[in-house]
């Protein structure tokens, strides 16, 4: 099975129910494994298979987020999906609140597909003509690479705009795990050079939000 990756471009979504729509794959694009996803690849999968595909967190058949509620491989541009969420679950209301936190900051995602090629361009071998679709999975953003978060803020400019986005996050249904998550990022934006950071009392819904301003002003005073 192959997995293509694509940034995410997401075309709507309810948070009251869970909701997202976005692309799962895009047309006419050539990856890095030098393959081109046509368009009509996904119809007959879709159409034969649609009650056997699975949403996972990471590819991971273990994590499943939510059922798709709608597949269209009819689209133009690329496998529009809608996904209905399981926020009963912690780790899938976590996630649409990321996608949730990232959409409204102009931050991407990203989706990514599980397929086995059947049909090729008999002149140009790079083009998949029909695919065989398992799985489509949204992939980790916060916290999935501390090192690499950690890094990002750390050559940002707008303070004020990173700031913001983390106080919008304690604002989102994240759940107290997430929030733990925030704090330790916290403590590794404030590490110091021997690798040690000050340790910090455990956030509360109450207090978070001031708590983060002050360590960022701090970290960018």
């Known amino acids: 099975m ?3 990756y694509s940034r995410q471009i997401l075309k ?9 729509t976005a692309y799962a794959s895009v047309y006419n694009n050539e990856d890095s ?8 690849s ?14 996972f967190k990471d590819h ?6 939510g059922v798709p509620v709608e597949i269209n491989a009819e689209d133009e541009y690329g496998l529009l999906t ?14 649409f609140s990321d996608i949730m936190l990232m959409a409204g900051n102009g931050m991407e995602a990203d989706l990514s597909v599980g397929i086995i090629p059947v049909k090729r361009d008999e002149y140009d071998k790079r083009k998949i003509t029909e695919n065989k679709l398992k799985e489509y999975s949204f992939l980790s953003s916060w916290g999935a690479n501390d090192k690499a978060t950690v890094l990002a803020i750390k050559n940002a400019k707008e303070s004020e705009r990173i ?11 994240h759940s107290d795990t997430r929030l733990k998550q925030l704090e330790e990022l916290l403590n590794s934006l404030e590490a110091a050079p021997d690798g040690h950071s000050e340790p910090i009392e455990e956030p509360t819904k109450e207090t978070a939000q001031a708590t983060i301003i002050q360590k960022l002003l701090q970290h960018y005073g």
């Open 2 to 4: 192959l997995l293509k």
């Open 12 to 20: 709507g979504y309810d948070d009251k129910e869970g909701i997202i």
């Open 33 to 40: 494994d030098e393959d081109i996803i046509m368009p009509g």
């Open 42 to 55: 996904y119809r007959k999968t879709v159409k034969e298979q649609a009650k056997k595909i699975r949403v």
């Open 60 to 65: 991971d058949r273990y994590t499943m987020l």
């Open 82 to 95: 809608t996904t209905k969420f399981n926020l009963d679950k912690e780790i899938s209301r976590d996630m």
């Open 163 to 173: 700031i913001s986005i983390i106080c919008k996050a304690y604002d989102l249904p």
